[in-house]
């Protein structure tokens, strides 16, 4: 464990702003780093102090030996804080005030923009609730996509700060100071199947769907509405309910120039080709060289099999380099018909009381789940994928 510890105080909480000084100390007591950060809220509400505990429990993670917050604090969530953080977690003050909110099956979605967040949207209930972050810098494209749409915004100098590299958690800030506004009950990011190496596996962590702490303990449990689909598959969902939003949803989400921004554009091609739809796409020229070479993303390597099936091995080779040839022979062989689908091990735990709306409108796109011949191309691409990644 590091003997790093961690100060929030000086905070300023009134409606649309809260604010504060953090101050990293190591065990000789010396000043690590220090800065102020502020969370301006729209609409303008006033956090209660436990949710803004929960909050900035986001940015420690398993960090910090000890943490104190110069604020109140109750004990139930210092509790929660300490449990998560493996961490001795202090308050200026503490009490005893548990919150119970009535369940009402509220959902609220961490919306950016993406492909990802935007596919969730379709697939939620129409009285899901949005909240959005924004960080400013080079994320300021992606506030004005969001901002077109009825999203609760934090606006932060959070990626000014070391904290940010803390915990990925972070990005649900938003849901966790709106969670009583909203009154939240289930929560959900627009985390796609082809993300982390582990969904892979025959067991996936996330398969599991246990909500992570800080926002179980700020009432709200996890509703992955498109884990079980490739990015393909998000596209397939936009392209039915939303079409017209796939163009500026795409110039949001990254630099003409980046890698990124070039891949989705070949996948929104060939989505618009197999709709035979125009989604009326700026085109930018590929890119002088691709970013990866084959091995060093997974994602981008996963998709290439797609990519080389339906737009050819040379619009593939421009989204990453040095392909292997029994990947382009897997890809010619192979239907890929799987990454249009549904991989149903990630609705297996999904929240009872949604999956019924989710299903339907996953059919209502066509997004029908896995075959058995889809299971056998995808484990075959999964061993094809092993070679590369470690997928564990």
């Known amino acids: 464990m ?17 604010s504060f000084t953090y101050t990293e100390t190591n065990s000789e007591g010396e000043n690590l780093s220090s800065n102020r950060i502020y969370f301006n809220l729209f609409p303008a509400i006033k956090p209660r102090p436990d949710l803004i505990a929960l909050a900035l429990s986001t940015l420690c993670a398993k960090t910090y030996s000890s943490i104190h917050f110069d604020t109140n604090v109750s004990e139930s969530i210092i509790y929660a804080i300490s449990k998560f953080t493996s961490a001795v977690v202090t308050a200026s003050f503490s009490f005893d005030n548990s919150v119970q909110r009535r369940k009402r099956n509220n959902v609220t979605l961490n919306f950016s923009g ?3 967040s935007l596919a969730a949207k379709c697939l939620m209930p129409e009285s899901t609730n949005l909240v959005s972050m924004d ?5 300021s494209r992606e506030r004005r996509f969001f901002e077109n749409f009825d999203t609760c915004i ?11 590299s803390n915990s990925w958690s972070m990005m649900g800030i938003a849901s966790i100071l709106y969670s009583d506004y ?36 700020a009432g709200m449990e996890n509703a992955p ?8 598959g998000t596209l397939k969902v936009i392209g039915h309910y939303e079409p017209e939003l796939i163009a500026p949803s795409l110039d949001s989400l990254a630099d003409p120039v980046e890698e990124k921004r070039y891949r989705k554009q070949v996948l929104s091609l060939i989505a618009s080709e197999k709709a035979k739809r125009d989604y009326n796409l700026t085109i930018i ?33 421009h989204t990453i380099m040095d392909i292997p040839d029994e990947v382009v022979k897997a890809a010619d062989n192979l239907s890929l018909m799987f990454y249009e689908r549904l991989n149903t091990n990630f609705i297996e735990n999904f929240p009872k009381e949604l999956v019924g709306g989710l299903l339907s409108k996953l059919g209502n796109a066509g997004v029908i789940p896995f075959t058995p011949d889809d299971w056998k191309e995808y484990y075959q691409v999964r061993e094809l994928m092993s070679n590369y990644h470690e997928l564990k």
């Open 135 to 139: 960080f400013g810098g080079r994320f």
């Open 225 to 232: 509405y498109v884990l079980g689909l490739t990015e393909v």
């Open 2 to 18: 590091s003997e790093i510890k961690i100060i929030f105080s000086d905070f300023i909480t009134i409606d649309g702003e809260v």
């Open 285 to 317: 020229d590929t890119p002088p060289r691709p970013h990866f070479k084959f091995g060093q993303n997974l994602s981008a390597d996963f998709l290439s099999l797609y990519i080389i099936k339906h737009a050819g091995l040379d619009i593939a080779s």
């Open 182 to 217: 909203l009154a939240t009950d289930f929560h959900t990011f627009g985390s796609i199947f082809e993300v982390s190496p582990n969904n892979f596996t025959d067991s996936p962590a996330a398969a599991r769907n246990n909500s992570f702490p800080p926002f179980l303990a």
């Open 154 to 164: 934090v606006t932060t100098n959070l990626l000014e700060t070391p904290l940010k």
């Open 114 to 116: 993406g492909f990802d």
